[in-house]
């Protein structure tokens, strides 16, 4: 277990834009190559990660820092996504996945633990959205699985 937590320490935190743009480029390099997600950036959406990550970077950089100006509304793709073929919670669960392992990867700290919880609850929250409050987020069965990643980090 020792391993584990000097790994930990050699990780620095999220300490700006420059460091979300990074993690956000191997996060989305590795959703849009996901068979069960990807076809939703790339096949449905039609989404370039060249032109997707300034704006999702801006929605971190807000989200964490408060420091960027992100103007848009980040629910509207999103059911124009699942109006065209809907969004579960398989889905958002293999979000979260790929998202806590990304961000495990790269970073610990403050920052990155807030990085991860943000992105469960922007998760449950689309999904909730999108289903009108009907969706299963308890995490039995195949629904959301949120804390998908720990098996990630046990295994590795």
């Keep these: 277990m020792e391993s584990v937590h000097s790994a930990a320490r050699d990780r620095a935190d999220i300490a700006g834009r420059d460091d979300l743009d990074v993690v956000l480029r191997r996060f989305y390099t590795a959703a849009f190559a996901d068979p069960l997600i990807g076809p939703f950036f790339t096949?449905?959406?039609?989404?370039?990660?060249?032109?997707?990550?300034?704006?999702?970077?801006?929605?971190?950089?807000?989200?964490?820092?408060?420091?960027?100006?992100?103007?848009?509304?980040?629910?509207?793709p999103h059911a124009a996504l699942h109006s065209v073929e809907p969004m579960t919670a398989e889905h958002f669960g293999r979000w979260v996945q790929l998202w806590h392992a990304t961000v495990d990867g790269l970073h610990a700290g403050p920052h990155a633990e807030r990085a991860k919880a943000q992105g469960e609850r922007i998760a449950v929250a689309m999904l909730k959205r999108l289903s009108g409050g009907r969706a299963d987020t308890s995490g039995d069965g195949l629904g959301f699985i949120p804390l998908a990643a720990v098996e990630l980090r046990a295994a590795a």
């Design 43 to 76: 096949e449905i959406a039609g989404t370039s990660l060249e032109v997707h990550l300034p704006r999702i970077t801006d929605f971190w950089e807000r989200a964490l820092f408060r420091s960027a100006e992100y103007q848009r509304n980040a629910f509207a």
